[in-house]
């Protein structure tokens, strides 16, 4: 854990570079589709988004790491979304991983993006304040709400 959390503290600076978001998206969708028979991926992607400026191995850890909580959240089994869209208004791309799983707790919304090290069977507790870190590295902002009739969303945007 003491190793996780050192990673942690000195993550790379981001190698950035125009590139396509949907090309990682399916990239990391298509070893997922293989490695979980009993989870159902559906991939939305707007078509019409640019190219964007980011680090292609950062975005692949954010994305492994939502979809890693989404699929533990469900089981292994069950339905699993991710969807890129865009909003030019705001010059935003904006990325959701939605699960069925058990949801967040009320008392846990707060603090789901705080690096705390905990012996998990899977984890150390980390991931969530990595993504985040991540994510404010690459000018975005991300947030968790709860998906309706049940589940999580993990929503994160990116300048255009």
Do not use: W
Not at 11 to 24: E, K, N
Not at 58 to 87: P, T, Y
């Amino acid at each position: 854990m003491v190793d996780e959390f050192s990673k942690f503290a000195r993550l790379p600076t981001p190698q950035m570079a125009y590139q396509s978001l949907h090309d990682v998206i399916n990239e990391v969708t298509t070893l997922y589709r293989g490695a979980h028979k009993d989870v159902e991926l559906i991939v939305e992607l707007d078509e019409d988004l640019p190219s964007l400026n980011f680090d292609r191995e950062q975005l692949k850890r954010v994305l492994v790491n939502l979809l890693d909580n989404a699929i533990q959240a469900m089981q292994q089994k069950g339905r699993c979304g991710s969807r890129l869209s865009s909003d030019m208004k705001r010059r935003r791309a904006v990325v959701s991983v939605a699960d069925e799983g058990v949801g967040i707790a009320p008392e846990d919304q707060e603090k789901l993006f705080v690096a705390i090290l905990y012996a998990e069977e899977d984890g150390t507790g980390l991931g969530l304040a990595i993504v985040r870190h991540i994510i404010t590295d690459h000018e975005g902002q991300i947030h968790a709400s709860q998906n309706q009739p049940k589940g999580a969303v993990f929503t994160f945007e990116l300048p255009v």
